[in-house]
Structure formats: structure tokens, C-alpha cells
């Protein structure tokens, strides 16, 4: 027993000296993509080498090689929070402003930031950490955007030498399903477009920023609208496809992302994995492009036009409403409308129809008078 007890003081003496390093879970668990078999891999090469002989390659989504997947973009009820979505890919787009110092050698320009976050929900590969992917995501974004001149810094300002807008676009990757360049860029854009800044009044030296309820807000001035178009390179450039999937990403030699306008104007070209291709391969690439940032273009419209006539819908109502209570206290029957201006109609008329029945009834008066008199 008294051996027993002194091996385990010792034991004991000996834990407490050196304490034992205990990791957190968060670090001991650590996440990885799923892995690629090379069976799949084969797959996806043979699959596109075979509809390459005939001219039209194959993939296993049974899309075409230059046909694209389903884009959507959904606006959220503050101005600059929009969710763009390619496929089952998903980034999060949202625009803030504040006010800030200029620089002194150019006291009328404003700022633009740019902040690409890869959500651990997104892909089980993205660390919390700043990746190689977040580094270039956010200069695709300064490339496509500051490089190319899209947004007027000039604008941005509010009093020069003192005050001007920073506007920060933050960009929030919510799942990876590959093609994340042109769903970054695209959820950029439309948050730029979709977002409103406060109006700005000035007397003398006073700046006043006036509240959205106090003054309508103004939005960005920006000079041109680049979308990108990423193609996946195989074969050394004898196979090239549109917006790959992050499975067709694993197996590609690399990507080109062509960032275009709707004037048809290269604004950037970024390959990756120092990918070359020939001159007629590379002029292919960039029609193939041009036709993909018209789509989304056209997209970008129709879904910011639907926005837009929802807000204003929601404000017809709200003047339908007005208008409603103030034609049932004048004594005016109201249908319901679709506009503003029909309702304003009816309002005028009933006010001009007012002063008219006051002064009926004033002849009425006198005539009933004028008829009891005779009566008499």
C-alpha cells in the first residue's frame, strides 16, 4: 500500500508539473472538401471529350457547353441587400455608406470599398482566416469596378477638402457550388444599383443628412455596369465550358473570367493557374462572353425593374388609402385604382364638386322660402 501510494504521488506531482495542452474542438476538427474520386474525374474528362467529337460537348448536368445555369436575384427590403444565386451558388451582396475625411491630393473624390467574406457554411474548405480565395475575389472586384471606372468617385462628394461618402459593398459567400466569380461580381453590381444613399443639404458651412422619411434618398452614379463570364478550360484549351460547376472546377486545367459591359468593352481578363490560350481560342472565349454579360444583363434589369414597381406599389397603396378616406369624408365614391394619378383625379373633382353642393344647397333654401312665401 505504501508503494502504491508513493507511485501515485509521484504520478500525481508529475501531472501537475507538466499539465497536459488541451486544444479546442473548433481546432482539433478541422473541415476539408469532399474528395474527388478519380473515377469522377474520368467521368466528367470522358463525358466532355465524347460530346466534343460531335460538336457538342456533354456534362453531367446535361447542359451544353455554353449554356449557363438559372440566375436569380432577390432584393431585401433595405436599399443595397440583395441575394444573387447561379445555380446552387449563393453570395450575399450589402451596401453601406458613411461619412469620411478625403485625401488631400484629391479633396473631391469620394471612397469605395470593397469586402468579400467566405462563409464556413458555404464550403467546408473556407477557413475563418483571409484565404488565397477571399485575396482574389476582392481584387477581381477593385479590377472589375475601380480599374474599369464604373462608379463616379466625384460624386461621392459632400463638401470638398472636408466631407465625403464612403461606400463599402460587402460581399458574403453563402454556399459554393463553383462559378463564384461571376456570382460575386453580379451580387456587387446589383447591390451598387439597388442602393440609395441619404440626400445631403447644405447651407453655408452646415451639412445636413436628412433621413429617408425627411427626404427622398439618391442613388450612385455609376458610369458603365461589367458583369463577368467565367469559362472552364480542358484539354489545354481544346474544351472550354460556361460557368462551371465545382466539380468541372476540380478537373479543369483553369479558368478564364472575362469581365464585359453592355457596350460590348473588355474591361478585364483573369486567368488562373497562368492559363495561355491561342488568339482564336481567346477571341471565341470573349464572344462566348459578350453573350452570357447580355443575359445577365437583361436579368439584372427585369429584377430591379419587379423591385422597384413592388416599392412603388406599396406606396400607391398607401396613397389609395389616404386618398380613399378623404374622398368618403367629401361624400365621393372611390374605386380602386392602379395609380396615383386617377386618385388625384377623383380628389380634384371632388373638391370642385364641394364649394358646387354647398351652394346648391343655399338654393335650395332660398327656393323652399321663396315657395312658402307664395304659399302664404
Same mark, same amino acid.
Given at each position: @500500500?505504501?508503494?502504491l501510494s508513493?507511485?501515485?504521488q509521484?504520478t500525481?506531482q508529475?501531472a501537475l508539473?507538466?499539465?497536459? =495542452?488541451?486544444?479546442?474542438v473548433?481546432?482539433?476538427i478541422?473541415?476539408?472538401d469532399?474528395?474527388i474520386?478519380s473515377c !469522377?474525374k474520368?467521368l466528367?474528362l470522358d463525358?466532355l471529350?465524347?460530346?466534343?467529337?460531335n460538336?457538342?460537348?456533354?456534362?453531367l448536368?446535361?447542359r451544353?457547353?455554353?449554356?449557363?445555369?438559372?440566375?436569380?436575384?432577390?432584393?431585401g427590403?433595405?436599399y443595397g #441587400?440583395?441575394?444573387?444565386?447561379?445555380g446552387?451558388t449563393k453570395?450575399? *451582396?450589402v451596401?453601406t455608406?458613411s461619412v469620411?475625411?478625403p485625401?488631400?491630393d484629391?479633396p473631391?473624390?469620394g471612397? &469605395?470599398?470593397y469586402d468579400?467574406?467566405?462563409s464556413?457554411?458555404?464550403s467546408a474548405?473556407?477557413?475563418a482566416?483571409?484565404?488565397?480565395?477571399i485575396?482574389?475575389?476582392?481584387?477581381?472586384?477593385e479590377?472589375?469596378?475601380?480599374?474599369?471606372?464604373?462608379?463616379?468617385s466625384e /460624386?461621392?462628394?459632400?463638401?470638398?477638402? /472636408?466631407? &465625403?461618402?464612403a461606400?463599402? #459593398?460587402?460581399? =458574403?459567400?453563402?454556399n459554393?457550388?463553383?462559378n463564384?466569380?461571376d456570382? @460575386?461580381?453580379?451580387?456587387?453590381?446589383?447591390?451598387?444599383l439597388?442602393?440609395k444613399r441619404?440626400?445631403?443639404?447644405?447651407e453655408? $458651412?452646415?451639412?445636413t443628412?436628412?433621413?429617408?422619411? !425627411?427626404k427622398?434618398p439618391?442613388?450612385?452614379?455609376?458610369h458603365?455596369?461589367?458583369l463577368?463570364?467565367?469559362?472552364?478550360?480542358?484539354?489545354? *484549351?481544346a474544351?472550354?465550358v460556361?460557368?462551371p460547376?465545382?466539380?468541372?472546377l476540380a #478537373?479543369a $486545367?483553369?479558368?478564364?473570367?472575362? %469581365?464585359?459591359n453592355p457596350?460590348?468593352?473588355?474591361c478585364?481578363?483573369t /486567368?488562373?493557374?497562368?492559363?495561355?490560350?491561342?488568339?482564336?481560342?481567346?477571341i471565341? &472565349?470573349?464572344?462566348?462572353a459578350?453573350?452570357?454579360?447580355?443575359v445577365?444583363?437583361?436579368t439584372?434589369?427585369? %429584377?430591379?425593374?419587379k423591385d422597384?414597381?413592388?416599392?412603388?406599389?406599396?406606396? !400607391?397603396?398607401?396613397?389609395?388609402s389616404?386618398?380613399k378616406s378623404?374622398?368618403?369624408?367629401?361624400?365621393?365614391?372611390?374605386?380602386?385604382t392602379d395609380?396615383d394619378e386617377?386618385?388625384?383625379?377623383?380628389?380634384?373633382?371632388g373638391d370642385a364638386?364641394q364649394p358646387?353642393s $354647398?351652394s346648391?344647397?343655399e338654393?335650395? *333654401?332660398?327656393d323652399?322660402?321663396d315657395?312658402?312665401?307664395?304659399k302664404e
Amino acid at each position: @500500500v505504501l508503494s502504491l501510494s508513493s507511485t501515485f504521488q509521484s504520478t500525481l506531482q508529475f501531472a501537475l508539473a507538466y499539465p497536459p =495542452t488541451l486544444t479546442p474542438v473548433t481546432q482539433q476538427i478541422k473541415m476539408k472538401d469532399r474528395v474527388i474520386a478519380s473515377c !469522377e474525374k474520368q467521368l466528367v474528362l470522358d463525358a466532355l471529350r465524347e460530346g466534343a467529337a460531335n460538336d457538342s460537348p456533354f456534362r453531367l448536368d446535361a447542359r451544353t457547353a455554353e449554356q449557363s445555369r438559372l440566375t436569380q436575384l432577390t432584393f431585401g427590403d433595405e436599399y443595397g #441587400v440583395v441575394t444573387a444565386q447561379i445555380g446552387a451558388t449563393k453570395a450575399l *451582396g450589402v451596401t453601406t455608406c458613411s461619412v469620411a475625411a478625403p485625401r488631400d491630393d484629391r479633396p473631391t473624390e469620394g471612397f &469605395v470599398f470593397y469586402d468579400v467574406v467566405l462563409s464556413p457554411m458555404a464550403s467546408a474548405g473556407f477557413a475563418a482566416r483571409p484565404s488565397n480565395e477571399i485575396v482574389e475575389l476582392t481584387r477581381l472586384l477593385e479590377r472589375v469596378f475601380r480599374e474599369s471606372g464604373a462608379l463616379d468617385s466625384e /460624386s461621392l462628394c459632400i463638401a470638398a477638402g /472636408s466631407k &465625403v461618402w464612403a461606400i463599402r #459593398v460587402k460581399v =458574403t459567400v453563402i454556399n459554393d457550388d463553383g462559378n463564384l466569380e461571376d456570382a @460575386v461580381v453580379l451580387a456587387c453590381l446589383a447591390s451598387l444599383l439597388h442602393f440609395k444613399r441619404p440626400f445631403v443639404s447644405m447651407e453655408g $458651412d452646415k451639412v445636413t443628412i436628412h433621413t429617408n422619411d !425627411e427626404k427622398a434618398p439618391v442613388s450612385l452614379s455609376i458610369h458603365h455596369r461589367p458583369l463577368c463570364a467565367t469559362m472552364a478550360v480542358f484539354d489545354s *484549351g481544346a474544351i472550354t465550358v460556361l460557368d462551371p460547376t465545382k466539380l468541372e472546377l476540380a #478537373v479543369a $486545367d483553369g479558368t478564364l473570367t472575362v %469581365a464585359m459591359n453592355p457596350h460590348n468593352e473588355l474591361c478585364s481578363i483573369t /486567368s488562373s493557374n497562368g492559363l495561355v490560350l491561342s488568339g482564336p481560342k481567346m477571341i471565341a &472565349v470573349v464572344k462566348s462572353a459578350g453573350k452570357r454579360t447580355e443575359v445577365l444583363l437583361q436579368t439584372l434589369a427585369d %429584377a430591379l425593374a419587379k423591385d422597384q414597381k413592388k416599392r412603388r406599389g406599396g406606396t !400607391e397603396t398607401l396613397a389609395t388609402s389616404i386618398l380613399k378616406s378623404s374622398a368618403e369624408d367629401t361624400g365621393i365614391s372611390t374605386m380602386a385604382t392602379d395609380g396615383d394619378e386617377e386618385l388625384e383625379q377623383q380628389a380634384v373633382e371632388g373638391d370642385a364638386q364641394q364649394p358646387m353642393s $354647398d351652394s346648391g344647397d343655399e338654393s335650395d *333654401g332660398s327656393d323652399g322660402g321663396d315657395n312658402s312665401e307664395d304659399k302664404e
